[in-house]
């Protein structure tokens, strides 16, 4: 039987917003094949925007000497299929992954006769990506270079972002297919210095390729509350919405450190250029006051220190060297092709994509909601968080301050006995216009 909580008996819908049903099958290196659901006691999924290859832990209580029968060593491939319901307005839906094991970090037998462990897993790209090694040249975009660099390795990148700046020759040293990626994504930036994300989606195992400036633009996925009662009656269609939309736990990084945030380069940088080409050294200073940086709510954001803060001479308008970039320029690089080449722009750039990861720091919270598997990286929710001290009721009022637009950087699916539940890392780049 497989693990599973609270799905209609008949047409698998969901009862509450919790409810699932996981598959697990194993394949051994013997090629034995056996049905696990019911040894599993726990899967969790974990998806990033700074993770390439979704990874995935399986806790296990085996009591079927499935270790010595399939000769468990590393070799295996594990299947899993998720049945959810989303929402009242969508059908059930079922998401299957494959897995490749990473290693069995625990292992233990509390009983003589039952073994229990941990078995952490990668989708095969993940697998595949630090093995491989690319020697030949690419040239392109850099968008370009990272879709064949997928394609080399079987998978088709869903392109959220088309636009990059210049074109690039890229010789890798015997990179693996995911070093170069990394390596590539370094060197990347959209025309307003949005740095670009590649990673995986649980939902539907699509591999993406994003930048900041699509991400927090796009369209909101949906509204969570934070509350304490429901109104609803249980187990009807707007219970499961009421309950879907709830945030359960909240914490919360607040960072809103000036130190940091000007070590960092979020609103002054200083980049020294040097052109080995026709021995040039320049300086370029960047403000992101004056010089513009996306920002979550466009115009409606104002960054978190304020500009007018100034302490003995100390201040965003009068600091110029806090963060510092060197970067050695060829302006000349593939001047026969006729294209402009990355070198031309990444001088004037750089700080900007500097700035964007930098303010990424800037306010973060924890939130734990029912499972939701469209909550995937590079979405947008608003959070409504009622202010302090405030009863709920007819009355209630948002902690404007702390409500808002989020991007989530990364989603944690749990399943087990108390049902299906996604924790996830939402971030702010900057406040709410003063």
């Given at each position: 039987m497989p693990l599973q909580k609270g799905l209609h008996p008949t047409d698998q819908t969901a009862v509450s917003p919790d409810s699932f049903r996981l598959t697990v099958t194993i394949e051994g290196a013997n090629g034995k094949e056996r049905d696990i659901s019911q040894l599993v006691t726990s899967m969790t999924v974990y998806e990033s925007i700074f993770q390439q290859a979704l990874i995935a832990e399986f806790n296990i209580a085996d009591a079927v000497s499935l270790f010595e029968d399939l000769n468990i060593s590393g070799n295996e491939k594990i299947v899993s299929v998720v049945r959810k319901q989303n929402d009242k307005n969508s059908p059930p839906v079922d998401i299957q992954n494959d897995w490749h094991i990473l290693d069995i970090p625990i292992y233990g037998k509390p009983k003589p006769d039952i073994a229990t462990y941990r078995i952490r897993c990668v989708t095969s790209f993940g697998l595949v990506s630090k093995f491989r090694r690319i020697s030949s040249a690419l040239s392109g975009t850099s968008i370009d270079i990272i879709e064949e660099l997928y394609r080399q390795t079987g998978i088709t990148i869903d392109k959220k972002e088309t636009q990059t700046l210049g074109t690039m020759k890229f010789i890798p040293p015997k990179l693996t297919y995911s070093d170069a990626i990394e390596n590539i994504l370094q060197k990347s930036m959209t025309p307003n210095g949005s740095p670009l994300f590649t990673y995986q989606v649980f939902h539907d195992s699509a591999f993406v390729l994003n930048s900041y400036n699509k991400m927090i633009t796009s369209d909101i996925l949906d509204n969570y509350v934070q509350g304490y009662f429901y109104t609803q009656e249980s187990q009807s269609e707007g219970s499961f919405e009421e309950k879907r939309l709830r945030i359960l736990e909240s914490s919360s990084n607040i960072g809103f450190s000036p130190y940091k945030s000007m070590k960092n380069g979020s609103y002054v940088t200083r980049t020294h250029k040097l052109d080995v080409s026709n021995k040039?050294?320049?300086?370029?200073?960047?403000?992101?006051?004056?010089?513009?940086?996306?920002?979550?709510?466009?115009?409606?954001?104002?960054?978190?220190?304020?500009?007018?803060?100034?302490?003995?001479?100390?201040?965003?308008?009068?600091?110029?060297?806090?963060?510092?970039?060197?970067?050695?320029?060829?302006?000349?690089?593939?001047?026969?092709?006729?294209?402009?080449?990355?070198?031309?722009?990444?001088?004037?750039?750089?700080?900007?994509?500097?700035?964007?990861?930098?303010?990424?720091?800037?306010?973060?919270?924890?939130?734990?909601?029912?499972?939701?598997?469209?909550?995937?990286?590079?979405?947008?929710?608003?959070?409504?968080?009622?202010?302090?001290?405030?009863?709920?009721?007819?009355?209630?009022?948002?902690?404007?301050?702390?409500?808002?637009?989020?991007?989530?950087?990364?989603?944690?699916?749990?399943?087990?006995?108390?049902?299906?539940?996604?924790?996830?890392?939402?971030?702010?780049?900057?406040?709410?216009?003063?």
């Open positions: 040039t050294y320049e300086v370029i200073d960047f403000n992101a006051y004056d010089d513009k940086v996306p920002l979550i709510d466009g115009d409606a954001s104002d960054l978190v220190w304020n500009r007018n803060f100034n302490i003995s001479g100390v201040g965003p308008n009068t600091l110029k060297e806090t963060s510092t970039i060197f970067i050695n320029q060829n302006s000349l690089s593939m001047a026969e092709t006729g294209d402009l080449n990355y070198h031309q722009f990444g001088a004037y750039k750089e700080a900007t994509k500097r700035s964007v990861y930098s303010n990424l720091e800037q306010l973060e919270h924890s939130i734990k909601l029912y499972g939701d598997s469209r909550l995937s990286p590079g979405s947008i929710v608003n959070l409504n968080f009622p202010k302090t001290g405030q009863v709920e009721g007819s009355g209630r009022e948002n902690d404007e301050f702390l409500s808002g637009r989020y991007l989530i950087v990364s989603s944690t699916h749990s399943f087990d006995a108390s049902g299906y539940f996604t924790q996830i890392k939402v971030r702010r780049d900057s406040v709410h216009k003063r």
